[in-house]
């Protein structure tokens, strides 16, 4: 069954559906509310608490009336009953709603009552009373996709799938008296009741974490089993590798090479993670790495998630090695056919020491001669099914994971059970520390006179929006208006450019060119600049809404400028949330940020906003259902000890990880 089977789905709907990576059904029941109103009708009199949000069941006493304060300001009035009292009742800009509003109408209001104008300041309209509490599923959208359209397509779909695969084993769900899968979906989308929410969730978070630890547990009892093969490389090349090198490795850095190197030597597969926090050096160490790898006749991979970081890492990784007789080439999913098919060939016959390039490097034509190491950057960004994949194109590979984000030891030791890892804390030399400042959206001059000086003086400057399209469910800020708003205040004397990740490979590849010529004053752009865009002019970074992103992120995204040796600044725009962000204020060091982070955060994914990867749970959320989280990592190292002719669904799992003869 496909989307456009279901009641409802035009081809307008299934593009907007697309737009929130909908693109099956089981997309789409899955497809979680992110909160929930809850409507509990009040019977309205002297006690009720002025400040408090409540919702009262009334009918109408007088024809409605529409007031036109202001452009884009409008105000519907009318006289209600409510619990035989009369009130005045006001909402702004719902005049929409008009056409429904007769007397005699029955309606259910959601808002505050001020006693002493006796009026009523609703925020919602319900075209109907309420008898009893109601649980209403409020999701994140896009602007043509309204809420309640969302909800009924779910509705609609539901009746129709006719498979809901539970990957529970029978045993768990009897020993924690789990609702079934499909009980606990429908109850995540329409619930009965708080209590019956509770249960689904809890079971929803459950069957994500324990499918997550199946397969952690899973390859490190595989790894456990499976020697690795010693890589015996010339000591002296090497050495003289080292001595090209630009500049000295700080103390950090040389641990992590000497921690590689030894893994490298030793029969034991490498399987190692090097965490780092932004600007600390990362690269270097994984292109040490990768040359001691080629100098003992083998070939490595490098991953990256975007085609600009692919890029990025190609060129200083080329120019760091290309002395050395070692031929690097860049593999991505906008090369031309015929380059496309020459890199092929060359991998295959082992002309290619070292291959760059974006996930096009685990699709099945790609073939190496002889693959020995395996690097994947930003590693959370793919899931543990894309690693496995990379890994499986070699005989038994060693395997490097770079990760800018730090994660709390007590997490870390969780979710990278499987892995050695190596800190690099240190930064090199020469950097300044970036000054962050919180702004409200009211302190905009101030900001917009900073860019007109840093600009002035031949720096450029990053601008960050949390979306690329306007938000039905709430005001945020988009590239495209920000884009306007830029043009308008710098009278269009300045180049702007946008960028995000919807943008073709190769017109990104160009805007990025601008911006890294300096032709491009001020880049406009999504969290898609996030991970290691490297231009060493910019100076400036502005992040819009900066309450919807985990302070990691936030952390990242500041890592884009201060990456040389000149005065940075960083500015989040927020009306919101002042406290948390404070934190960014007050320190640059990323595993400090990080445990405050966790420490403050609300409901959220790891690191801050969604983004592809295994690492992204629909509704589990590692601090506040951590606990969960051991349960099922303790229950997936039972569940694969007693089992020997594991279930089909379950062996589709593990091979999506690896292979499984």
Not at 91 to 97: G, S, Y
Not at 431 to 443: D, Q
Not at 553 to 575: A, K, M, P, W, Y
Request: hydrophobic share 35%.
């Amino acid at each position: 069954m496909e989307l456009q089977d279901i009641k409802g789905i035009g081809t307008k709907s299934i593009e907007r559906l697309n737009k929130l990576n909908i693109f099956t059904v089981e997309d789409l029941i899955t497809y979680y509310p992110y909160r929930y109103n809850v409507y509990n009708p009040l019977a309205l009199n002297e006690n009720v608490d002025e400040q408090e949000t409540i919702v009262i069941n009334a009918t109408i006493e007088s024809t409605p009336r529409i007031f036109y304060i202001r452009r884009n300001f409008k105000r519907l009035s009318f006289k209600a009953l409510a619990n035989n009292l009369l009130i005045n009742v006001v909402l702004f800009n719902r005049t929409f709603l008009y056409k429904n509003l007769d007397i005699g109408k029955e309606v259910c209001l959601v808002g505050k009552y001020d006693k002493k104008k006796n009026t009523f300041v609703a925020v919602e309209i319900k075209l109907n009373w309420l008898t009893e509490t109601k649980i209403e599923a409020v999701y994140h959208t896009i602007k043509g996709l309204k809420n309640t359209q969302l909800h009924q397509f779910i509705m609609n779909a539901l009746p129709l799938k006719e498979t809901v695969c539970d990957y529970i084993p029978t045993f768990l769900q009897e020993k924690y008296h789990f609702l079934d899968k499909r009980t606990s979906i429908l109850e995540m989308h329409q619930p009965h009741s708080k209590n019956t929410l509770k249960q689904a969730r809890l079971r929803s978070i459950y069957e994500e974490f324990f499918i997550f630890m199946l397969k952690i547990n899973y390859l490190k009892n595989r790894n456990e089993k499976i020697k690795g093969v010693a890589k015996n490389y010339e000591e002296e090349k090497l050495e003289q590798f080292l001595s090209s090198l630009p500049f000295e490795l700080t103390p950090d850095q040389a641990t992590a090479v000497q921690d590689c190197l030894k893994d490298l030597k030793s029969e034991k597969r490498m399987n190692r993670l090097i965490e780092g926090d932004v600007g600390s050096g990362k690269t270097i160490v994984a292109t040490i790495t990768m040359v001691a790898n080629t100098f003992s006749g083998y070939q490595s991979a490098l991953m990256a998630p975007t085609e600009i970081l692919a890029k990025q890492h190609y060129e200083t990784i080329n120019n760091l090695v290309k002395d050395f007789g070692i031929r690097v080439s860049l593999l991505t999913g906008s090369l031309k056919k015929k380059e496309h098919k020459e890199i092929l060939e060359k991998l295959r016959n082992g002309e290619i020491d070292i291959l760059i390039g974006t996930h096009a490097l685990i699709s099945e034509e790609v073939a190496f001669k002889n693959l020995g190491l395996v690097i994947t950057d930003e590693q959370h960004r793919f899931g543990v099914n894309q690693r496995g994949n990379l890994q499986n194109k070699g005989i038994l590979p060693d395997t490097i994971y770079m990760s800018a984000t730090p994660i709390p030891r007590t997490y870390a030791l969780t979710i990278y059970q499987d892995m050695d890892t190596s800190l690099i804390k240190t930064k090199p030399s020469g950097r300044k520390e970036i000054k962050t400042y919180v702004k409200k959206e009211s302190e905009l001059k101030g900001v917009l006179e900073h860019i007109l000086k840093e600009i002035k003086m031949g720096h450029q400057i990053y601008v960050v929006a949390p979306s690329i399209l306007e938000q039905e469910e709430r005001n945020l800020h988009d590239v495209n208006n920000l884009k306007e708003s830029f043009d308008t205040a710098f009278q269009h004397k300045v180049k702007i450019e946008v960028l995000h990740g919807k943008i073709k490979s190769k017109e990104k590849e160009e805007i990025m060119d601008r911006f890294q010529s300096g032709e491009t004053k001020i880049l406009i752009a999504t969290t898609v600049i996030e991970v290691g865009v490297d231009v060493k002019n910019a100076t400036t970074i502005v992040i819009f809404n900066a309450e919807m992103f985990g302070l990691a992120t936030l952390h990242q995204l500041r890592g884009r400028v201060g990456r040389n040796d000149l005065e940075s600044t960083c500015f989040l725009i927020s009306d919101y949330d002042k406290e948390r962000l404070k934190v960014l204020e007050e320190s640059n060091d990323g595993f400090y940020i990080s445990e405050q982070d966790f420490l403050m955060r609300r409901e959220g994914d790891l690191f801050g906003t969604r983004q592809s990867g295994d690492m992204v749970f629909k509704i589990a959320d590692l601090k506040h259902d951590f606990k969960i989280l051991l349960y099922a990592k303790e229950d997936s190292k039972i569940f694969l000890k007693s089992t020997t002719n594991l279930e089909e669904k379950y062996q589709t799992i593990l091979k999506s990880v690896s292979h499984i003869d």
